[in-house]
């Protein structure tokens, strides 16, 4: 059998002179340009000569047309620039200084990597629909307008990347690499605050591609930074030890 | 292409002129911050090419007339939303112009009023022959069309010019569907090596 998106390749030609039959299918088109950047290179080419042949179909049109178009864009008024509500904005995102934006794109997949993790570690009805509440706790931190994307390593190796959504002052983490643990030990995460520090949860084990599912952790103040320790099981009140990450969550 | 022949200049494809392309994304760019000055500069440019191509699929003066000014109309409502970075303002706009053009063909009404006007397909093809042999600017896009096979050739005009859906061009010219999306592919591919398009 063809395969579909070769199938949908073959169609640049026809999307670049609009002979798609429906408004349906081109939108379908469309959304697959969308992911397909050869195919949106190609359509962008191919609309030029288009373009060629509609210059080269150029008619004077009739006097009184300029009269009228310029005369009704007076009486217009124009549409504003679309503005990024994007929960994640590409450009503008502040990713710490050593991060280059693709590991930035990396590490958002990850996140929603650990979010499903999280849910198909739920083996009972309860743990289930806590997965889906919680899911749905993180999904609205993930999709908040403004939220922003944080990401550091820790002194012991292996990356915290956080979704921070300071109106909420929630934030969503996920670790990934982390060393393993002896057992009898855990890795926490605190919320480290000029007065007071708070405990933030276990980090979860990771799954086998050394993912952790995402904590979300809620009532960030100003100045707190994100923790992390080694605790000995099932976790501290207070940190024991010296924290092996101190990430700093700009509200 | 003389360059003296001042509806060369006027009517310069954007592919084939890069500095007349810079300055039509700078007066779109102006256009999106309500300089009027700039919108009568860029009817002036852009004017004659979307109301040929929206007649040349139309074909009634007066429904092209009415889908021009709704079209030059867009341009200066949404000029705010074009992206240089999806292509230059030539082709954004002739995208919008094409478009509208398809759009009324394709609904309804049109449509029966059209079948009504429908020249026979060979008349047609003959027409679309004609319009484009007729001006000296538009040598170098005749010259790549005819380094087409026929077919690339046909199913291009009667999509683009004729307005048909790549079905009913499948159709008219009694080959698969299959074949008009790469024919038409290929034949575009050839067509913008042709005039060098980037």
Same mark, same amino acid.
Request: overall charge positive; aromatic content about 4%; some cysteine.
């Given at each position: 059998?063809?395969?579909?998106?070769?199938?949908?390749?073959?169609?640049?030609?026809?999307?670049?002179?609009?002979?798609?039959?429906?408004?349906? +299918?081109?939108?379908?088109?469309?959304?697959?340009?969308?992911?397909?950047?050869?195919?949106?290179?190609?359509?962008?080419?191919?609309?030029?000569?288009?373009?060629? *042949?509609?210059?080269?179909?150029?008619?004077?049109?009739?006097?009184?047309?300029?009269?009228?178009?310029?005369?009704?864009? @007076?009486?217009? !008024?124009?549409?504003?620039?679309?503005?990024?509500?994007?929960?994640?904005?590409? !450009?503008?995102?502040?990713?710490?200084?050593?991060?280059?934006?693709?590991?930035?794109?990396?590490?958002?997949?990850?996140?929603?990597?650990?979010?499903?993790?999280?849910?198909?570690?739920?083996?009972?009805?309860?743990? *289930?629909?806590?997965?889906? @509440?919680?899911?749905? +706790?993180?999904?609205?931190?993930?999709?908040?307008?403004?939220?922003?994307?944080?990401?550091?390593?820790?002194?012991?190796?292996?990356?915290?990347?956080?979704?921070?959504? @300071?109106?909420?002052?929630? *934030?969503?983490?996920?670790?990934?690499?982390?060393?393993?643990?002896?057992?009898?030990?855990?890795?926490?995460?605190?919320?480290?605050?000029?007065?007071?520090?708070?405990?933030?949860?276990?980090?979860?084990?990771?799954?086998?591609?050394?993912?952790?599912?995402?904590?979300?952790?809620?009532?960030?103040?100003?100045?707190?930074?994100?923790? *992390?320790?080694?605790?000995?099981?099932?976790?501290?009140?207070?940190?024991?030890?010296?924290?092996?990450?101190?990430?700093?969550?700009?509200? | 292409?003389?360059?003296?022949?001042?509806?060369?200049?006027?009517?310069?494809?954007?592919?084939?002129?890069?500095?007349?392309?810079?300055?039509?994304?700078?007066?779109?760019?102006? %256009?999106?911050?309500?300089?009027?000055?700039?919108?009568?500069?860029?009817?002036? &440019?852009?004017?004659?090419?979307? =109301?040929?191509?929206? &007649?040349?699929?139309?074909?009634?003066?007066?429904?092209?007339?009415?889908?021009?000014?709704?079209?030059?109309?867009?341009?200066?409502?949404?000029?705010?939303?074009?992206?240089?970075?999806?292509?230059?303002?030539?082709?954004? #706009?002739?995208?919008?112009?094409?478009? &509208?053009?398809?759009?009324? $063909? &394709?609904?309804? %009404?049109?449509? /029966?009023?059209?079948?009504?006007?429908?020249?026979?397909?060979?008349?047609?093809?003959?027409?679309?022959?004609?319009? $484009?042999?007729?001006?000296?600017?538009?040598?170098? #896009?005749?010259?790549?069309?005819?380094?087409?096979?026929?077919?690339?050739?046909?199913?291009?005009?009667?999509?683009? =010019?004729?307005?048909?859906? =790549?079905?009913? $061009? /499948?159709?008219?010219?009694? %080959?698969?569907?299959? /074949?008009?999306?790469?024919?038409?592919?290929?034949?575009?591919?050839?067509?913008?090596?042709?005039?060098? $398009?980037?």
């Amino acid at each position: 059998m063809r395969l579909l998106r070769d199938d949908l390749h073959t169609l640049t030609g026809v999307y670049a002179l609009d002979a798609l039959d429906s408004a349906a +299918e081109r939108d379908r088109f469309a959304r697959h340009l969308n992911r397909c950047q050869s195919c949106s290179s190609e359509v962008r080419g191919l609309r030029e000569v288009a373009t060629s *042949l509609a210059f080269a179909a150029a008619i004077e049109p009739p006097p009184e047309l300029r009269t009228q178009v310029l005369a009704a864009a @007076a009486r217009t !008024r124009q549409l504003p620039p679309e503005v990024n509500h994007h929960a994640l904005p590409r !450009r503008g995102a502040r990713v710490w200084g050593w991060m280059p934006w693709l590991a930035g794109s990396l590490a958002a997949a990850s996140l929603v990597l650990a979010v499903m993790f999280g849910f198909m570690q739920a083996n009972t009805n309860q743990q *289930l629909s806590q997965a889906r @509440a919680q899911n749905q +706790e993180i999904a609205a931190v993930l999709s908040a307008p403004g939220a922003r994307l944080l990401a550091a390593t820790t002194t012991k190796g292996g990356v915290a990347t956080v979704v921070l959504a @300071a109106a909420k002052r929630e *934030l969503v983490v996920t670790m990934s690499g982390l060393p393993a643990l002896p057992a009898g030990k855990v890795y926490q995460l605190w919320l480290i605050g000029p007065t007071k520090i708070v405990s933030a949860g276990l980090v979860p084990p990771p799954a086998a591609s050394g993912v952790s599912p995402a904590v979300l952790a809620s009532g960030i103040v100003t100045g707190d930074k994100l923790g *992390l320790t080694v605790e000995p099981a099932p976790g501290s009140a207070q940190p024991t030890t010296t924290p092996i990450l101190a990430l700093p969550l700009p509200l | 292409m003389s360059p003296s022949d001042p509806d060369a200049s006027r009517f310069r494809a954007s592919a084939t002129d890069r500095r007349g392309e810079r300055d039509l994304n700078d007066l779109l760019i102006h %256009v999106a911050r309500g300089d009027q000055d700039a919108f009568e500069q860029l009817y002036d &440019r852009l004017a004659g090419p979307a =109301y040929g191509v929206i &007649r040349r699929v139309l074909r009634d003066p007066s429904q092209s007339e009415e889908v021009t000014q709704e079209v030059l109309l867009e341009v200066w409502r949404t000029a705010a939303r074009f992206d240089p970075a999806m292509g230059g303002a030539a082709t954004w #706009v002739m995208t919008i112009a094409h478009r &509208r053009a398809i759009d009324r $063909v &394709r609904s309804s %009404v049109a449509a /029966a009023e059209r079948e009504q006007k429908a020249a026979p397909v060979n008349q047609l093809r003959d027409e679309v022959a004609d319009a $484009v042999e007729a001006s000296l600017d538009r040598e170098r #896009v005749r010259r790549c069309l005819d380094g087409l096979t026929e077919v690339q050739r046909e199913s291009i005009t009667l999509a683009y =010019y004729g307005g048909y859906s =790549y079905r009913q $061009v /499948a159709e008219l010219l009694s %080959v698969t569907l299959g /074949a008009i999306k790469t024919r038409i592919r290929d034949g575009l591919i050839r067509m913008r090596d042709c005039l060098g $398009v980037n």
